[in-house]
C-alpha cells in the first residue's frame, strides 16, 4: 500500500483536529499510523501470521557461526524470480561450510542455483535435491493429498538446470517426487537439510517431520521464506518453537534455523 493510500484511509475526525494543531506533516504520519494499527485489508490469516512472526526470537548470524569463520565461494548473478536473494545466500552457505556435513538435503531444487552453490562450496560431499517431476503440470497432474502453493514458478522451472554439466553435478543426486509421499530414507544420511519446497503449512510440517526422523540428533535445520508472505512456513516454525524446540529466525535473512539435540 503506497503513502497516498494509506494517508487517505487514516483520515478522520481524529486525525484531522490534529492536523489543524500539528501541521499536515503531523497530519499525514498520525493518518498512516492510524491506517497501519487497524490494517483494513489484513485477512485473519495475515493477521495470525505477523503475530506469530514475532513470536519467534531473531539472533545473528554470527552468534549461531561463532568463531568459524567460513569462507565462501558464490556467484553474483542476475536476479530471477525464485531464486534465493543474496543474503539468505550467504546466511545458508556461512552455516553450510561451519557445519561441514558429509551429505545435504534440499527440498525443492527449482532450477539448482542454490544446489550448484552448495556443492561447490561443500567439495567433497553429496547433495540430495528433491522436486516434483519435470512433467508435473497443475492442469493434468491429479491433486496430491497436501495443498501446494508456488504454481507460477513449478509451471517454468528447468530442474537442476544451474548444475547440468558442472563439475559439482558428479556429487548431486537428483530425485524426483512429491515430497507429500516419499520416502525419504532414499536420500541418503544427510546431516543438514535445507527445507525450501511447497511454502503451505501442510508441506512445511510434512518436510520438516519426515527430515527429523532421519536425523533426531546433531541434525541442522535451515527454512527459506519464513515471513509474513509466507504464514505457512511462519505458522510451522512458530508450532514447533511453541513444542519446546529452540527455533529462531536470523537476522537479516528470511531464514529460520534450528539444531536438533
Known amino acids: 500500500m503506497n503513502r497516498l ?42 493477521k495470525q501470521a505477523r503475530e506469530d512472526f514475532g513470536f519467534i526470537p531473531v539472533v545473528t548470524l554470527e552468534s549461531i557461526v561463532g568463531e568459524r569463520q567460513p569462507e565462501l565461494r558464490l556467484q553474483v548473478m542476475p536476479h530471477e524470480d525464485g531464486r534465493m536473494p543474496l543474503s539468505d545466500a550467504i546466511g545458508l552457505l556461512s552455516l553450510l561450510i561451519a557445519e561441514r556435513p558429509r551429505e545435504v538435503l534440499e527440498i525443492g531444487t527449482f532450477m539448482g542455483h542454490t544446489t550448484r552453490a552448495m556443492a561447490e562450496n561443500l567439495e567433497t560431499a553429496t547433495i540430495h535435491t528433491v522436486d516434483l517431476p519435470p512433467d508435473f503440470s497443475t492442469q493434468t497432474t491429479p491433486a496430491g493429498p497436501l495443498p501446494k502453493d508456488d504454481f507460477h514458478l513449478i509451471s517454468r522451472r528447468i530442474v537442476g538446470r544451474e548444475f547440468k554439466g558442472q563439475p559439482c553435478e558428479q556429487r548431486i543426486v537428483q530425485h524426483f517426487g512429491d515430497t507429500a509421499e516419499m520416502d525419504f530414507k532414499q536420500c541418503g544420511q544427510p546431516e543438514f537439510f535445507f527445507i525450501d519446497g511447497s511454502h503451505t503449512y501442510e508441506y512445511c510440517k510434512s518436510d520438516s517431520e519426515k527430515c527429523l526422523v532421519l536425523r533426531p540428533k546433531g541434525g541442522t535445520f535451515l527454512w527459506h521464506d519464513c515471513d509474513v508472505t509466507h504464514p505457512g512456513v511462519v505458522q510451522f516454525v512458530a508450532e514447533w518453537r511453541r513444542a519446546g524446540r529452540n527455533l529462531v529466525r536470523i537476522d537479516g535473512t528470511t531464514l529460520a534455523y534450528w539444531k536438533s539435540v
Request: aromatic share 10%; glycine share 10%; proline share 7%.
Open 5 to 46: 493510500m494509506q494517508t487517505l484511509l487514516g483520515v478522520n475526525l481524529a486525525t484531522l483536529v490534529r492536523g489543524l494543531r500539528f501541521g499536515p506533516r503531523n497530519f499525514g504520519y498520525t493518518c498512516r499510523e492510524t491506517c497501519d494499527s487497524v490494517r483494513p485489508f489484513e485477512s485473519p490469516v495475515d
